[in-house]
């Protein structure tokens, strides 16, 4: 069964959806999208070093993620212009990802499938990748499930009840860090941050609890992998902006219901 490509794309969309949607949840309900974004672009980076010293993509891109992310991580709570700093390092880790892939002598790439992503060309052994580091960062949200969500809802709460807000920033730091790591293949670098926000933001306004939200985040994601994919073969388009493009569609879909609800 695996031998098919379409499959081995469709469980690779389907593992990053489940990796990227508990985790997605507390992206939107911290407002931290910029934290994303500016861990996905840096991913870059991670793949330039990655050929420079060869290594497995997955490891430069997962030991880059997790850098930026600490050091974006550092930034909340400060008496700094978080979003300004936080755009800086961002776009300057993804224009010096691109100098330094073009400055390699000897390698050839596919820039735009690290950019964009290229499932349909997900093997045996990044299916491995995607599906160990889903379960990891699957594993870590329900282990810390409790304590995340009650230091994302009232800090002086989490504090009062013995727990180390800090410490919960850390887990979602390093999450944060395998999803990219484990996404890259997938959707590419300027997408992971769509994958990330959008099914848990379309699960927002259905949703009557926070895990309703993050299993339907989840299922909102595997639909828009399978969907997206479908629309891919079909019309020939690109496959990671063409899930990103139904995930989209499900959004507008739920704000929709939401709008006619309130009505």
Request: with cysteine.
């Amino acid at each position: 069964m695996l031998d098919d490509f379409l499959v081995r794309a469709t469980l690779a969309g389907i593992g990053v959806a489940i990796a990227a949607a508990p985790l997605g949840c507390f992206v939107v309900w911290r407002r931290m999208a910029y934290f994303g974004d500016a861990t996905a672009h840096a991913a870059v980076l991670g793949v330039a070093l990655s050929l420079a010293f060869s290594l497995s993509i997955f490891t430069g891109v997962l030991t880059i993620a997790l850098l930026v992310a600490l050091l974006v991580s550092s930034l909340n709570g400060r008496n700094l212009a978080v979003d300004t700093m936080l755009g800086v390092i961002s776009h300057s880790a993804l224009a010096l990802g691109l100098v330094a892939v073009s400055l390699l002598e000897g390698v050839r790439i596919d820039l735009m499938a690290y950019l964009f992503g290229d499932i349909l060309a997900v093997g045996r052994a990044d299916l491995s990748i995607i599906w160990l580091g889903a379960l990891t960062v699957l594993g870590l949200s329900l282990w810390r499930w409790q304590a995340l969500l009650t230091s994302t809802l009232n800090t002086d709460l989490a504090h009062a009840s013995g727990l180390n807000p800090k410490a919960e920033q850390m887990v979602l730091t390093i999450c944060l860090a395998l999803v990219v790591a484990v996404a890259m293949k997938v959707v590419g670098a300027l997408l992971i941050g769509a994958m990330l926000i959008i099914p848990a933001a379309a699960a927002r306004p259905v949703a009557r609890t926070p895990e309703m939200m993050a299993v339907l985040a989840a299922a909102i994601g595997a639909l828009s992998a399978v969907l997206g994919l479908q629309v891919s073969i079909l019309y020939d388009t690109p496959a990671g902006p063409s899930i990103v493009c139904i995930a989209a569609f499900i959004f507008a879909l739920t704000q929709g219901v939401a709008g006619f609800r309130q009505a």
